[in-house]
């Protein structure tokens, strides 16, 4: 099992930035996918960005590329993504993800509201 904790949403005014942080802890994840996903009030949840545990190879979705950093620590074992440029079309619950090819899990969720 694998346990995801995010923390860092809140209010914050539009071209403002935040960071998220995902905790992670039970078993190891050298050969996981970890990423954020959000999900806005209405709509299905979708892609942010994602970043292999190992390798640190990176992939963002269209409307965050440019404005989003998602970074890992191994060390803390926690994954970031820091949001800068913020939009009031970024307002969402966003979760963190963790997968592989055979199993996946998931945090509670943060919620992040961006005022216009």
């Known amino acids: 099992q694998v346990q995801l904790v995010e923390s860092g949403g809140g209010l914050v005014q539009a071209g403002g930035s935040l960071r998220l942080s995902c905790a992670v802890s039970g078993r190891t994840v050298g050969n996981y996918i970890m990423g954020w996903f959000r999900q806005a009030p209405g709509k299905e949840r979708e892609f942010v960005a994602t970043i292999t545990w190992s390798g640190g190879i990176t992939s963002y979705s269209d409307s965050v590329k440019g404005r989003f950093t998602i970074s890992r620590d191994k060390a803390k074992n926690t994954v970031y993504l820091q949001m800068n440029s913020l939009k009031p079309e970024d307002t969402a619950n966003y979760y963190c993800?963790?997968?592989?090819?055979?199993?996946?899990?998931w945090g509670q969720g943060t919620q992040v509201t961006v005022s216009s």
């Open positions: 993800n963790a997968r592989t090819a055979l199993t996946e899990y």
